[in-house]
């Protein structure tokens, strides 16, 4: 029989801190869906991050909620598994009304009998294709259930399968990805006739993103990662300008158990990027200004997103001297959609220099210092993993704003209950 199905990842629902941009997302994701419907798929994977936030606020959920209403109208059903933002380690996640109001499938469920994982399969009624996956956690930690997942029982399961993760794999991780948390290919269970991946943010395989390139599924290239839905920070519109999702079709053997799938990346160009690069090294503050300046005048920016990146060491003059405040206001005189500036890596002469990350996002950003301060601290009886875990765990619960309707007394108590039991305080022999 022929069967079609819709693959997304990484939609990231509310990431920017910037409305306009965050409305772009949005709107990446109706596109995203009503293409969906128009080709008539079978069903929908969302392979973890649906959301940028574990608990987001209304309006994201409400536009989630009106979106996969959407497809259920349409007997589209949506299969997928939590993400690392998705998760909530207190099951607080909102993903869980979702599921709740069946609007969303979680195939992640199963059993965990002392150290063992068993993982259930979903059948689709449609296609009898089944479906099974792991969620991930927060830092990658889900590497762990990984190693205790009983591979068997999944292995000799007969008929078609599919397997959801939400974790990047050794082997196929880029090389800019080089610090990102991995895990190696031999984890994944076998004999799956295809791998949904999330969590990567760019395509894999890249050929995929080349107009008109459909690629056939084999052993090669089985795990598929569209990236994510739309660009969700600064380095991502620099580098990719654009997101999509995946389109698998083909035809599937019961009898055999043979599948011959066929996967085409679906491009959502929801507004045009141009990018600008600026190295100021060896010139002054005045002459970076000017340049700017001319290279503006002479671009087309109308109704596009602008980002310019400024680098380098000065030969004389501050980095705060290059105003942004006045060039992202020339570029929207001239008509710019938005304009984002990062000179996070522009230094000067004047000043003694200091260390950067350049292109890394602020989580990566957090990730690394938290590991390299953990590093010089020592707690007894507390080793260092398990040290950085549990300051992401704080921040996590300190970063969490009050819900409207909760008393600050009530807010202030949940706050010091979590912060006993990240540290298992209270407990016998930890007073």
Not at 124 to 133: E, F, S, V, W
Not at 373 to 378: A, D, P, R, T, Y
Not at 409 to 421: H, P, T, V
């Amino acid at each position: 029989m022929k069967v079609k199905f819709a693959h997304l990842a990484d939609c990231h629902l509310g990431a920017w801190r910037n409305e306009k941009l965050n409305n772009l997302g949005y709107f990446a994701f109706e596109t995203a869906i009503n293409k969906i419907i128009e080709e008539k798929v079978d069903f929908v994977i969302i392979s973890g991050d649906l959301f940028d936030v574990s608990n987001p606020k209304v309006d994201v959920i409400d536009l989630a909620v009106k979106e996969l209403k959407k497809l259920r109208d349409h007997e589209i059903p949506v299969y997928g598994v939590m993400g690392s933002h998705d998760f909530s380690p207190s099951n607080k996640s909102m993903l869980r009304p979702l599921i709740t109001a069946g609007l969303f499938n979680d195939v992640s469920q199963g059993e965990k009998p002392e150290d063992n994982l068993i993982l259930n399969f979903t059948l689709d009624q449609k296609t009898n294709i089944k479906l099974t996956g792991l969620r991930a956690r927060k830092r990658s930690l889900e590497i762990e259930d990984y190693k205790i997942l009983d591979k068997k029982n999944l292995e000799e399961e007969k008929g078609i399968k599919i397997f959801i993760l939400h974790t990047m794999l050794n082997e196929l991780k880029p090389i800019e990805f080089k610090d990102m948390e991995s895990a190696p290919k031999s984890l994944l269970p076998s004999n799956f006739h295809y791998y949904a991946g999330g969590h990567l943010h760019k395509t894999v395989p890249t050929e995929l993103r080349k107009e008109k390139t459909i690629i056939r599924i084999s052993e090669k290239t089985k795990v598929i990662y569209p990236g994510a839905l739309t660009p969700t920070n600064f380095r991502e519109l620099e580098k990719y300008k654009y997101g999509g999702f995946c389109i698998i079709s083909g035809d599937i053997n019961h009898n055999t158990q043979e599948a011959d799938f066929n996967v085409k990346f679906i491009p959502l160009k929801i507004k045009e990027i141009i990018s600008i690069d600026f190295n100021c090294d060896n010139k002054t503050s005045i002459q970076v200004k000017n340049i700017l300046k001319d290279k503006i005048d002479n671009l087309n920016v109308k109704d596009k997103i602008v980002t310019l990146r400024i680098y380098g060491t000065l030969s004389s003059g501050k980095p705060y001297e290059i105003k942004t405040n006045e060039i992202i206001q020339l570029l929207k005189q001239k008509g710019a959609y938005e304009v984002l500036i990062n000179k996070v890596a522009l230094s000067s002469r004047e000043y003694t220099s200091i260390r950067v990350s350049i292109g890394k996002t602020n989580e990566e950003i957090e990730n690394t210092l938290i590991h390299e301060h953990v590093q010089k601290i020592k707690i007894k009886d507390i080793n260092k993993k398990d040290l950085e875990n549990k300051t992401h765990d704080l921040l996590s619960i300190l970063g969490k704003e009050r819900e409207e309707g909760t008393k600050v007394k009530d807010y202030d108590e949940e706050l010091i209950i979590n912060f006993k039991k990240i540290f298992q305080l209270g407990k016998e022999g930890n007073d």
